[in-house]
């Protein structure tokens, strides 16, 4: 028994190890510090926004490895410590105004080479490395307004219905809603239509300068119920937003009463997370005013690519982006971009009720996007942060209605495929119940501190330091074999981990441990299964033989138990305990490899082929 492999499986077994060496390479070259500046709609960055940063930095005193424009359209300013990443941030924040997002990010330092062949690092956990932490605040006064803007269309509706003669019905600034009648007589009727109604409103009849009012409250109780609906419908957005970013691992959850906290960690593009999450944009739909119609009833919007084109709308909306039950991004027959947009069932109805009566008559779709101005000043010495919120209209389209429209149809008059791909994105994931707001941002370091991510990395290398130092002393010569196989182990369970852009987390790391474990487990099996054949009398050849072809079950059982319970992990657990699945289950596998192919060809490579009295076990 001579203990060879054929000279395809030792080609096989060369060829994964450099495939796997290759993409577990980035992760010897650390990601850089840096600040990345990116473009709104009023704005570009170019070589003029270039030489403002650098002249920000260079008088703030900072120094840079690199500023450079990127492909995307956008700048990136790489630095050498997080201290001068922080500082930069304020620098040209200040210099730039509001007009240009500036966000904190790592940026990679991969060569060109390995991320022409598809390769990347592997990204770290917040509790190891950190990632993009945003405090959001959510709007609670304007979620119980948009919803009374909601009951304002409705009530003009049965009112209508009922034909109840009124004069307004308008939304005040104190959260009421007023509501003037011709005369007493049909105040009365409307009282008494909204309290059978609805069950949440107050209603109060006033006569004022000798007109009939009734003015509605709210509910103490429909109110909270309103605000926890904002937070969570917000919760469920977002929570499907950072789905389509793609971020593995993410922390969306409520933090207080009326705020918000995300977490991605080993985002790379915080610039773009930070578009897209915070990002309250909605739709409008709604019919053209008529020439006849009242100012009290229109409102005048400018178009977005051309704000000095007007268009009169009519106040009340038909639907909202929430009743967007599905969109898609795509091309017109003319090659410009557009929206295919499904509704829902009520959403279908409301559209199809409202335009069967509108054939030939515009409607105008309006993005809707809550945003906020920072405004720093100096108070005692100390700069203070203030943010003004305001909303800002603009027009997409405005188009004939040829027929009645139902529950699918599409929007065009975007500007590009980027503008058109974030539309459908942010319509699919859902719109925001109410408006967010950012109070804080920032790229955060270990959540664990850096003396517990110090001392638990001091642990795994000194625990894989004694299983090296055991395996060598106890097994000599196939202990050292092993050893080379471990650590060949590792190398594979990075290089596959970065392949699948797997986000490594201190439960990751335990999956790591575990799996030295087990993959030295496995040596051992079959190293002491070779020592019972030898003390039975085999030749050395035939003990090596048996030895690992006798251990081949109990390895497999063991590990396949293993991984079923490792499977059940990652399809029920969440978060940590999914990262640990993750890493645990792709340890077992790559351990199984290294175990009995890698160690077989090792000692295939030293003792097979010759004869032998005696060997080093």
């Known amino acids: 028994m001579l203990n060879r492999y054929p000279l395809w499986k030792n080609l096989m077994i ?40 650098e002249s920000a930095l260079q008088t703030s005193g900072i120094d840079t490895k690199d500023v450079a424009l990127q492909e995307d359209g956008g700048a990136l300013v790489r630095l050498g410590t997080s201290d001068a990443q922080l500082a930069a941030k304020e620098a040209i924040a200040d210099q730039l105004g509001s007009d240009y997002v500036v966000a904190l990010n790592l940026a990679p330092t991969t060569p060109d080479w390995l991320s022409s062949l598809g390769a990347g690092p592997m990204k770290l956990g917040l509790d190891l490395r950190g990632g993009v932490h945003f405090l959001l605040e959510v709007d609670m006064a304007q979620a119980v307004g948009q919803r009374l803007d909601v009951y304002v269309s409705e009530i003009k509706t049965k009112l209508r219905e009922e034909k109840l003669r009124y004069r307004v019905v308008d939304h005040l600034d104190d959260g009421r809603l007023a509501i003037r009648f011709v005369d007493a007589e049909a105040r009365d009727a409307a009282s008494n239509l909204l309290l059978r109604t609805y069950q ?75 578009r897209i999450i915070g990002k309250t944009a909605n739709l409008e739909f709604r019919l053209e005013a008529g020439p006849d119609a009242s100012r009290a009833t229109t409102e005048t919007y400018g178009f977005r690519d051309t704000p000095e084109r007007t268009a009169n709308l009519e106040k009340d909306v038909i639907i909202t982006g929430s009743s967007v039950s599905n969109a898609q991004a795509a091309f017109d027959e003319n090659g410009m971009p557009q929206v295919s947009i499904t509704l829902d069932a009520k959403g279908g109805q409301m559209m199809s009720r409202v335009t069967r009566n509108a054939i030939q ?53 975007l500007d590009s495929a980027q503008e058109s791909s974030e539309l459908a994105l942010l319509l699919r994931a859902g719109a925001l119940a109410a408006p967010i707001y950012f109070v804080e941002e920032r790229t955060v370091g270990p959540s664990l501190g850096a003396e517990n991510i110090e001392l638990g990395t001091l642990s795994v290398k ?60 496995a040596n051992v099996l079959i190293f002491e299964r070779i020592k019972e054949e030898l003390k039975n009398g085999q030749p050395v050849q035939s003990a090596i033989h048996s030895g690992f072809a006798r251990a081949f079950t109990t390895i497999l059982d063991a590990n396949v138990t293993t991984l079923i319970a490792a499977v059940i992990l990652f399809a029920m657990g969440t978060g940590p305990v999914k990262g640990f699945a993750v890493t645990l289950s792709v340890g077992i596998l790559t351990s199984m490899f290294t175990a009995l192919l890698v160690t077989r060809a090792l000692v295939n490579l030293v003792y097979g082929g010759r004869k032998l009295n005696k060997v080093m076990i």
């Open 14 to 53: 060369l060829l994964v190890l450099v495939i796997a060496g290759i993409y577990a390479a980035p992760n010897l070259y650390p990601d850089d510090f840096a600040v990345q500046v990116s473009s709104t709609r009023t704005t570009e960055v170019n070589a003029n926004t270039l030489t403002q940063i």
């Open 200 to 274: 949440e409103f107050l209603v109060d009849s006033q006569d004022v300068d000798g007109d009939a009012w009734l003015y509605v409250n709210l509910t103490e109780q429909t109110i909270r119920e309103i605000e926890d609906y904002a937070i969570k419908q917000n919760l469920t957005t977002l929570r499907n937003r950072v789905n389509e970013l793609g971020v593995a691992e993410p922390l969306v959850q409520r933090q207080g009463r009326n705020r918000i906290v995300v977490q991605l960690p080993g985002v790379q593009d915080a610039a773009a997370a930070k």
């Open 462 to 521: 000194i625990g894989f330091a004694l299983v090296l130092v055991f395996m060598l002393v106890y097994y000599k010569v196939f202990g050292l074999l092993a050893n080379v196989a471990l650590t060949l182990n590792l190398v594979l369970l990075v290089a596959v981990m970065s392949l699948m852009s797997a986000t490594l987390t201190l439960p990751g790391i335990a999956g790591i441990v575990l799996t030295v474990g087990m993959a030295v487990d």
């Open 361 to 413: 008559r515009r409607m105008a779709v309006l993005f809707v996007e809550h945003k906020q101005r920072t405004l720093v000043q100096t108070i005692d010495g100390e700069r203070v942060e203030k943010r003004i919120p305001y909303t800002e209209k603009g027009l997409i389209s405005l188009a004939t209605i040829q027929s009645t429209l139902g529950n699918s149809f599409r929007i065009t008059g």
